[in-house]
C-alpha cells in the first residue's frame, strides 16, 4: 500500500503556490532512503513572481524605521522558539539528524542570531558627520541594498536560512530564499511563521533544483546574490552575478586544518577533535576532518583517536546515544565511500572506512593515516565523517601543510603554549582560528574564509554590514 506523500509549496507574496507549470520533485528522508513528500521544481514564472512581489514590498520594508524591523525580527525569534518542536520534525525528516541535538544544538543559536540581528537592525554605524572641506558638511547613510536572493544549503538547511534571512531583512532589503532540493521541508514551514509577521512579499521561499537557483542569480531584479554551498557552485554564481554587476556574498568549502602539538593534552584534544568532525556526519565546512599532529606523539594521538571513533555511534534520530544522523543524499555517501576506495597503498584506515547498515545514507566514524599532503583526501573536500591525521616536523612545515590547500575557511591550534598559539593564528591563512577547541560559534563574531571559501561574512556586525551599501551625502553650510 503506498503512502501519500506531503505536498510542500512555494511561499509568494504572502500565499502558498504550487510550481505555475505544476512540476514537482521528490524529497527523501535520508534516514530511510525514502521519500516523504514532493516541492515544487520551480522555473522562470515562479521566480519572476517571487521577484517582483519582493520588488513591489522592498520600499515600504526599507522605509520602516529600524526599532520597526526589529520589533518584527524578534516576534519571528519568539515564533521559532514557541513552534520550535514543529521545526525539529521538518529539519529531522530533511536531514535525518537526531532529534536530541537538533533541539540543543540548533534551535537555541538560530533564535539568538536572529534576536542579535534585530538589535544589529538599530546600530547602523558609519563615520561622523563633519567638514572635510571648508563649508561643507559630509555625512554617511547606510542603506538596505535591495531584493536579495538567497541559495541555502542542506547541511544546515534551518540555521542557514536563519544566516541568510536575519540580517537581510534587518537591514531593510526583502528576501527571496531558495532551499536546498533535498531540504526544503523545514524552509517551508519558516515561511509560515515568518509570513505571518512580515507583510506581503517581505519574504518569499521559492524550492527548485540548481537551473532554480541559476535563474534565481541571473535575474535582473535582485542587487545581490548569497549563496552557502559548493566551490563549484560559487564560482557558476560569482560568473552569473558578474553580466550585470550584482553584489555577490560566497560561504563556500572548507578544509579545516587541526594543528596538534606536542604539549597539548591528547586526551583532551581527541574529544574534541573527534567530536568536532564527527558532529552532523562531517557535513559541515569547517568540521575538524584535517588533523596535523607533531611526530612525537603522533602515534598516541592516533591510536586515541581510532578508539574514540569506535565509540561513537550513528543511527536514527531517535536513538539518544548518537551522536551524527546519515550523509544527506545518495550522492554524498557515493563522494564519501569514493574517497575511501582510492585511498593511495600508503594511507590506513584505522577505524571505521564502511557504510552503516542499508537502509538510509548511514557511514562509519572514519580515521585515515599515513596520508600524503598532496593526496586527494587532503587537497579535496570530503564532506563526511573522515578524519585523517598527518605527521609534522616543526611549526613551519605544520604552517606549510595547514595553508597548502584552496580553501581558507576555519582551523585550529592545539597548544599550551601562549606565544606559539599567537604565531600560529597569526601564519595561518584561514578566516577563523580557534585555540585548544574547535568549532564554536557565537552571533557577535564573523564567520567566513578566503580563497577559494569565498567572501563575506556572516553572522556578527560584518554579516549584517554586507547586506548593506554606503551613500555619501555632502550639504552646504551656506544654503
Known sequence: MSTELRRLRNYIDGEFRDAADGRTTEVVNPATGEAYATAPL?????????????????????????????????????????????????????????????????????????RFFAGAARMLEGRSAGEYMEGLTSMIRREPIGVCAQVAPWNYPMMMAVWKFAPALAAGNTVVLKPSDTTPASTALMADIIGSIVPKGVFNVVCGDRDTGRLMVEHETPAMASITGSVRAGMSVAESASKDLKRVHLELGGKAPVVVFEDTDIPKAVEGISEAGYFNAGQDCTAATRVLVHESVHDEFVSALAKAASEIKTGQPDDEDVLYGPLNNPNQLKQVTGFIERLPAHAKVEAGGHRVGDKGYFYAPTVVSGVKQDDEIIQKEVFGPVITVQSFRDEDQAVEWANGVEYALASSVWTKDHGRAMRMSKRLDFGCVWINTHIPLVAEMPHGGFKKSGYGKDLSGYGFEDYTRIKHVMTSLDA
Open 42 to 114: 520551480s522555473g522562470q514564472a515562479d521566480i519572476d513572481a517571487a521577484m517582483a512581489a519582493a520588488a513591489a514590498a522592498f520600499p515600504a520594508w526599507r522605509d520602516l524605521v529600524p526599532a520597526e524591523r526589529q520589533k518584527a525580527l524578534l516576534k519571528i525569534a519568539d515564533a521559532f522558539e514557541e513552534r520550535a518542536e514543529e521545526l525539529i520534525a521538518a529539519e529531522v525528516e530533511n536531514t535525518g539528524k537526531p532529534i536530541g541535538l537538533t533541539r540543543s544544538e540548533e534551535i537555541p543559536p538560530m533564535v539568538d542570531q536572529i
